[in-house]
């Protein structure tokens, strides 16, 4: 067994040897100069000594001597040792080592290092419990998360899991393969959140498809968070290249992007042909490439070609990102085209052809039969565990990446013990689970394996045209075949007229407002756009006046339409039954502005108390619209319904409503499942959410709906399954309909062909990914990953604790009889005097200025007039109340509380705690932070007692603890047993992790070297067999690109090789005292 321990002693054994001959000649140098009287030489620092001679101490010996530690007088934040002293000269003069290197100070410019007092502070339970919360937020360990409740969503388990793989992976890169309704895009969020509390994550760019953008999906979603995203055009983005070539990179401005697909093109990849220079520059020829801390990519299964602009523009900014998302409700199977390209373009140093992807795979199925053996625990379970295991190991890929990986060892050493108790065997269980070749590369959570949140009941209202109706229907179909045959069908006038036609099949009493805003060309604000995110382009003038007086004549038949409106008197009645339930909440859809223009006004004649969302209502009132339809309906200011575009309700939740009413039906399931997603969702109290669909007969709208949509089963259940299968279905549709040349019967006939073949594609791609799981490892039980997020939640983290750090903080900074946090209910009331808010501000000040806006909305408070700030540490809380200042982890107010909260010297608490499972009695006990070097640095806090009873519980016994009535502190005899007993963990701790750091790294380089080869060949083939110089162009950059990031990634390995330690710090040494609940 390698002696790490030894060998790390040697070297430092070695280091110090070094060292002191290297001061020991130092100071004979120095008494050499000394006694030659030659002693001046040229000092940098010289002009920061005292100009006037009265200033310089008369000095005949120093005041330092060597192994002190001294303060520079111009910035105390800088201690330095003393290892040299010339007093040769006018002024003693030291020699001192700073910032890894000499440098040399004369007396005047030092001051003694202020020693912390003798005596030892002592801590309340309260200031303990702040002082180990402020160390936490501080010290990230890869063992918790800090997302956790950290956005103004509702809090659902299962969305962290991403966030844990992510963190835990060797490279920050994952695709998130979750089905539709799951939350692809709230587990982004969580994991930019996790990420800022980990590192410094000031740029993020979004990539996504242009109808999100046009929808401000992300923009939405991301405010939830706390975060400003900006929406790049093609100037915009073209203005940050240039930048970017310019000043060497992105503009600062532009750190948080949102950058739609259709952006990608020759011109933004390789620059624009020209005589200049820069007219030349494209994304591809940047010198240094723009580095984004993160790169979302959503739908990301649109990279599926790689000679397209977008997949190798997407390539680039994935090459040079230190962290990589992946958004895709693509199949995981080994069939999947999609599957392989993504993992190409996340991990290339891994996938690097479609053998690689299949060798991959290989060891998952032995994987598998092992988990599966150790969970059933049948005679013989361990042998046949340790077969499947060295099966494993056998395949290729095993032996190359697998066999000699730590992990592997260690799950192998563990299954192959003599006595395995039950507690052991599931342990061991998510050890070989672990072992999953893709597990850290992909997430992929299905409706089925969470459980349907509720039952849908769909229903289906027809509401027949009246005859006036049904003559201007009529009229209106006549009319637009008559445009289509003038414009010979283009496809922009196409889409228009299918616009017409779906406006007449939702509401015909905004078919005026719509045909005028056509004739007007005022079309931009109706929020109607195709799947590719284009709104309907205007019409030419000269065919406008061909076809204005036809207009005209359908404008005027629907001015004179009789106020007999079936379809609206069946919502009423819906709506009517609805409010006199105990739940009385309904959420209408449609997907144009004058329709829901036009229910407002009939909701206002019925005397319903409802509201209308859109996508032009300011944020701020959509936030206030939400919140009063949660009221309970005995409150006057509650709404009982609302009324929604189709955009209206993005990143709004709605769980407490259980009616969802379809005035009209987007030809997309993805879309009808958003809709649905609303209310079906985590946290529905509801056993049964209503689903009723209004429906028209003989419109565009009832037979897509009655041939297609209803087959595919879109309102029974989540469709899940692929994007890419969804997306053809509502691609196709559109052709169908838009087809007009098309009898009714050949539509029909085709509509449901359509359907057939979807359901087909559906139940096939679902039934293969089923048997394919296995070789991915997604079978993973929900309580293995349920305990996951469990494990992963800090009591120190949490909202009463983080509230507990900001008491603190204000009690030691601000008058300690103060209060300033008021309120009992979650939503409070922070109020600081002004002498009060310039203190907070003056901390504020210590740290980097950030462009945030909760950083700049905390400033702006700290500078202002007002005394009070709505505030909130609970996410539910949050979540309600948009304009409450939510401070979680990330909050600058609780980010200056850590620090201004950080102790030094000794730390001594006296508690007592009541538990009936313990011995009562008096326990000594320490918390020391462990520091972790190496390949995976990590940070913890570490319990040691006299008892190990105790010490194994110790961290949850001081969350109840509270002060000690005695007021006993530890005793010496005791701090000396308890430091031997913390150095024997230490040492049995350090030894292994420096052992287990040399193996991963070892094991890290040899798979690192054998993919990079890989690699690089493949690259130098393809750029010999390229016969287009852009391509050519493309891939040499991307070798290039390879070889210096494997280059780089071997550096680093190297040199975590040699730094792995523990370094270890006591945060408190205290007195436990440990009663039963009888004694009390």
């Not at 801590?123 to 402020?134: C, F, I, Q």
């Amino acid at each position: 067994m390698l002696d790490a321990d030894g060998v790390l002693r040697g070297k430092v054994e070695k280091y110090k040897d070094k060292a002191i001959a290297e001061m020991s000649s130092l100071n004979a140098n120095e008494e050499t100069k000394s006694n030659s009287s030659r002693s001046v030489s040229f000092d940098v620092n010289s002009s920061a000594s005292p100009a006037e001679p009265d200033d310089k101490p008369d000095q005949t010996s120093a005041s330092f001597s060597v192994g002190d530690i001294v303060v520079l007088k111009s910035d105390s934040s800088v201690l330095v040792p003393i290892i040299g002293i010339d007093t040769s000269g006018s002024e003693v003069r030291y020699s001192v080592f700073h910032e890894g290197t000499t440098a040399q100070y004369y007396e005047s410019q030092l001051t003694a290092e202020q020693q912390p007092s003798a005596k030892a502070s002592t801590l309340t339970a309260k200031e303990l419990h702040a002082y180990l919360t402020s160390l936490i937020l501080l010290s990230p360990s890869s063992t918790k998360l800090f997302s956790l409740r950290s956005g103004r969503v509702q809090f659902v388990p299962y969305q962290y899991r991403p966030v844990l793989k992510l963190v835990r992976a060797d490279r920050p890169r994952l695709l998130i393969a979750d089905e539709v309704g799951v939350g692809k895009t709230i587990e982004a969020g969580l994991i930019i959140k996790e990420l800022k509390s980990r590192m410094d994550i000031s740029s993020v760019l979004i990539i996504c498809p242009k109808a999100l953008v046009a929808e401000r999906k992300w923009y939405l979603e991301m405010k939830r968070f706390d975060e400003q995203f900006t929406a790049l055009d093609g100037s915009t983005l073209r203005h940050c290249i240039k930048e970017t070539d310019l000043d060497g990179e992105w503009p600062q401005q532009y750190q948080k992007a949102i950058v739609p697909f259709s952006l990608f093109d020759s011109n933004l990849l390789f620059g624009r042909e020209g005589k200049s220079r820069r007219a030349k520059e494209g994304l591809l020829s940047l010198d240094p490439p723009p580095k984004f801390d993160l790169v979302i990519v959503d739908e990301a299964h649109h990279l599926r070609n790689p000679q397209t602009f977008l997949h190798q523009g997407v390539r680039y900014f994935c090459e040079n990102a230190e962290a990589v998302v992946f958004l895709s409700a693509t199949p995981v199977q080994l069939g999947s085209e999609d599957l392989f390209t993504l993992l190409n373009v996340l991990r290339p140093d891994l996938v690097i052809d479609h053998a690689s992807f299949n060798q991959m795979a290989a060891p998952n199925k032995p994987i598998n039969a092992a988990v599966s053996e150790c969970r059933g625990a049948e005679v013989g379970w361990q042998g046949r565990a340790v077969e499947h295991l060295q099966e494993a190991a056998e395949t290729q890929w095993g032996k190359l990446f697998l066999r000699e990986s730590p992990a592997f060892q260690s799950a192998f050493d563990l299954v192959r013990r003599d006595e395995i108790s039950d507690h052991d065997r599931v342990a061991i269980t998510r050890t070989i689970e672990e072992l999953y070749t893709f597990s850290s590369l992909i997430n992929r959570t299905r409706r089925r394996d969470i459980g349907e949140f509720t039952v849908r009941t769909p229903e289906t209202l027809n509401a027949p045209f009246t005859v006036r109706q049904q003559e201007l229907h009529d009229k209106l179909l006549d009319t637009i075949a008559n445009i289509l045959s003038i414009s010979h069908g283009q496809q922009n006038v196409k889409f228009m007229m299918t616009t017409v036609r779906r406006q007449a099949a939702s509401c015909l009493y905004g078919l005026k407002p719509l045909l005028s805003d056509i004739l007007r060309g005022k079309l931009k604000d109706l929020e109607v756009t195709d799947e590719s995110g284009d709104a309907p382009a205007e019409l030419e003038p000269a065919l406008l006046s061909q076809i204005k007086a036809s207009v005209d004549e359908i404008i005027s038949l629907a001015e004179n339409l009789d106020p007999d409106d079936r379809k609206a008197d069946e919502l009423l009645r819906v709506l009517r039954d609805k409010g006199k339930m105990s739940n009385n909440k309904a959420l209408l859809f449609t997907t144009f502005r004058h329709t829901l223009s036009y229910l407002a006004g009939r909701c206002e004649q019925e005397g319903l108390r409802f509201g209308v969302i859109h996508g032009g209502i300011p944020d701020e009132e959509r936030a206030d619209l939400r919140k009063r339809f949660s009221f309970e309906k005995e409150r006057g200011d509650a709404i009982d319904v609302l009324l929604s575009s189709e955009v209206g309700c993005e990143g709004l939740d709605f769980q407490f409503c259980d009616l969802l009413v379809n005035y009209d039906l987007p030809w997309n399931p993805m879309r009808i499942e958003q809709r649905i997603g609303r209310i079906d969702r985590y946290g529905q109290k509801s056993q049964s959410v209503a689903i009723v669909n209004l429906i028209t007969p003989g419109t565009v709208d009832a037979e897509i709906y009655e041939r297609c949509l209803l087959r595919i089963g879109v309102f029974n259940h989540s469709v899940g399954g692929s994007e890419e299968i969804l997306g053809e279905i509502t691609e196709q549709l559109r052709n169908i309909e838009e087809s007009f040349a098309l009898t009714a019967e050949q539509r029909e006939r085709q509509l449901q062909q359509l359907a057939d073949n979807g359901i087909r594609r559906i139940q096939e791609e679902q039934t293969l990914e089923s048997k394919q799981a296995e070789l991915f490892g997604l079978n993973v039980p929900n309580q293995t990953w349920e305990r996951e997020i469990e494990e992963a939640e800090s009591f120190w983290l949490s909202s009463q604790s983080l509230q507990k750090t900001v008491e603190a903080y204000f009690a030691n900074k601000l008058d300690p009889s103060g209060e300033y946090v008021l309120g009992e209910k979650p939503l409070k009331t922070l109020r600081l005097n002004q002498e009060a808010r310039a203190t907070l501000l003056t901390d504020l000040r210590k740290f980097p200025r950030s462009i945030e806006p909760v950083w700049r909305h905390w400033e702006k408070w700290l500078k202002g007039d007002l005394p009070t700030l709505s505030v909130t540490f609970d996410q539910k809380t949050a979540a309600e109340n948009d304009g409450t200042t939510y401070l979680n982890v990330l909050h600058p107010l609780v980010r200056q509380a850590a620090d201004a909260l950080q102790r030094s010297g000794v730390l001594t608490v006296s508690l007592e705690v009541v538990d009936a499972n313990l011995a009562p009695g008096e326990y000594a006990f320490a918390v020391y932070q462990w520091r972790n070097t190496g390949v995976k640095p990590d940070e913890t806090l570490v319990a040691v007692c006299d008892s190990p009873v105790v010490e194994a519980r110790l961290m949850t016994l001081l969350q109840m603890a509270t002060d000690s009535t005695d007021g006993k502190i530890q005793e010496a005899e005791q701090t000396k047993t308890l430091d031997a007993r913390h150095h024997s963990k230490w040492s049995d701790a350090r030894a292994e992790h420096i052992a287990r750091n040399l193996e991963l790294v070892q094991h890290r380089i040899q798979s690192l070297l054998a993919s990079g080869k890989a690699r690089c060949q493949l690259l130098e083939d393809q750029i010999n067999a390229a016969t287009n110089d852009k391509i050519t162009l493309m891939k040499q950059r991307e070798l290039a690109s390879a070889q210096r990031d494997g280059q780089r990634r071997l550096e680093d390995l190297k040199k975590s090789s040699e730094t792995a330690d523990i370094h270890a710090k006591p945060v408190v040494v205290g007195r436990l005292a440990i009663t039963n609940e009888t004694e009390r």
